[in-house]
């Protein structure tokens, strides 16, 4: 249900939004999960929670697992409806239909409302959210500072305070560096970027595209934002899992991951987002600094459009965010998901780091995107696109591919979600690492994981795991 918010919330027919845009969509999520595992966690006898508000005393004790539910589900279920108001009617729907169909009794019992003051103060926490997250940005005026596409000319600048909202679990990462300064055309020539900044279909081949729109999710009808697409991805891993190794994770151990990844991508959009309009790291649109960077120069066409982010299920084409460009908010979100699930899947022993100490780990899967899903259309073609299947040999590919997408469609720079750092050195360089290792400190896959970092000791993931994963 909390995905199914995300989806309609980004759907005109069905909402006029209450939470877009990945920052809020992640925060709504990470407060609902939470709220779930929280209460689920604590009524069940476990110490483990992702957040430090205290669990209402009438929760404790339940001993009937199916008021433990109730009570789990009654806390989500409140912060769903304080957070996306204009579906409270459809959520009011659901939950009576839940009711019934778990024979959970009548709405409105003791246990219920017990679940939902919690949920009520899960809210709380965040109050303020609204207010931070529609604070407007302006332009300063200097060379790498975001301002608005050539063909966007009323673009704004989203979540210029959302870096100060109040995060749920982790604590601010201070070591982020600035990243590399202007480029020269030459430059940026040279890394091909030029070409994907300035839409160049020449230089972009078909697989490039497609991992370029299938990670998108920018916010479209029916699909939403990229935090939606990333829990897809944790549920569909978890499904594998299952069927490879039934019965392997016990008890909570699936909720806690799911809630967990949540929790991780919220407080990484407010990090992301907090560096996004720093002084020192900020830095605009390649579709627009790029294209000034090669006027008169000969190294591209200054008209052309590039792919941009996927309008699905609209009209729009060659559309760039609007909001700075580094850290990259779709690399930072991402890789706080799948580093979170990558560790705890090695910490419960159903996968496992490379014994070479490279931090490639061993997760395979498959998943369709619902920008291939064979429904859903491309702005730029009166039919659905494709039914796509992607598949990847880790979690680790995943989170280079999510990173490197944004690139494919000129949104964004290489630098912007990863970088390499060689063995024994102290230095960035621009290119896509290898192995976890590897990994350099600039951009938002970095950023991520390390927020994944923290969240993973809340969950009693040993050191030892977070170290061997190559991402420290």
């Known amino acids: 249900m909390s995905l199914e918010c995300v989806r309609r919330d980004h759907t005109h027919s069905l909402s006029s939004g209450d939470q877009r845009g990945p920052f809020l969509t ?19 006898g476990s110490a483990m929670k992702l957040l430090s508000l205290p669990i209402p005393a009438g929760l404790l004790p339940f001993p009937s697992p199916k008021e433990r539910d109730l009570a789990a589900a009654a806390a989500c279920h409140q912060v769903l409806r304080l957070r996306y108001p204009n579906q409270a009617s459809m959520l009011e729907r659901a939950w009576r239909q839940w009711l019934d169909d778990f024979a959970m009794g009548p709405a409105r019992t003791p246990v219920e409302m017990a679940g939902r003051a919690y949920g009520k103060a899960v809210h709380q926490f965040g109050i303020d959210d609204l207010s931070k997250a529609r604070a407007a940005g302006t332009p300063d005026g200097t060379p790498c500072h975001h301002k608005p596409a050539p063909t966007q ?13 109040t995060p749920l679990a982790a604590t601010r990462v201070m070591d982020v560096p ?21 839409g160049d279909p020449a230089f972009r081949t078909l697989a490039e595209e ?19 697409l990333y829990l897809q991805v944790v549920l569909t891993v978890l499904d594998g899992i299952e069927k490879r190794h039934p019965g392997q994770l016990q008890g909570l151990d699936g909720l806690a991951v799911i809630a967990g990844a949540a929790v991780a991508m919220a407080d990484a959009g407010i990090d992301a987002w907090y560096y996004k309009y720093a002084p020192t790291p900020r830095m605009g649109r390649p579709a627009v600094g790029i294209r000034e960077a090669v006027v008169g120069k000969g190294l591209a066409e200054s008209s052309r459009l590039p792919l941009g982010r996927p309008d699905a299920n609209a ?27 990558r560790l705890f899947l090695v910490a419960r022993g159903v996968s496992s780091f490379d014994p070479t100490g490279s931090g490639l780990d061993d997760v395979r899967f498959e998943f369709v995107s619902d920008e291939f899903d064979g ?30 997408s944004r690139v494919y469609l000129g949104v964004h720079r290489l630098c912007d979600g990863i970088t390499t750092r060689l063995p024994g050195s102290e230095d960035d360089v621009i290119g896509v690492p290898a192995t976890p290792r590897e ?16 969240i993973a000791r809340k969950l009693d993931i040993p050191n030892a795991t977070i170290a061997a994963s190559g991402i420290v």
């Not at 992640?26 to 069940?44: C, F, I, K, P, T």
């Not at 009209?315 to 699930?341: E, K, N, R, V």
């Open 26 to 44: 992640a925060r709504a999520l990470g407060m609902a999960l939470a709220a779930l595992h929280d209460v689920r966690s604590v009524v069940a």
């Open 153 to 165: 000319p009323t673009q704004g600048f989203a979540g210029a305070d959302w870096g100060n909202a």
């Open 178 to 198: 600035p990243p590399p300064g202007r480029f020269d055309a030459e430059t940026v020539a040279a890394q091909g970027e030029i070409h994907h900044a300035t």
């Open 210 to 228: 497609v991992i370029g729109i299938a990670w998108a999710y920018d916010g479209p009808q029916e699909l939403g934002t990229p935090p939606r």
């Open 315 to 341: 009209t729009g084409a060659g559309l760039t965010p609007d909001l700075p460009s580094y850290p990259s908010g779709h690399a930072t979100l991402g890789a706080a998901a799948f580093q979170l699930l």
């Open 375 to 404: 429904r859903n259309r491309d702005p730029c073609i009166p039919w659905p696109r494709d039914h796509l299947t992607l598949s990847y040999g880790s979690l680790w590919e995943a989170m280079v591919d999510n990173a490197v």
């Open 439 to 454: 990994l350099g400190h600039i951009g938002g896959v970095w950023l991520g994981a390390k927020i994944a970092n923290q």
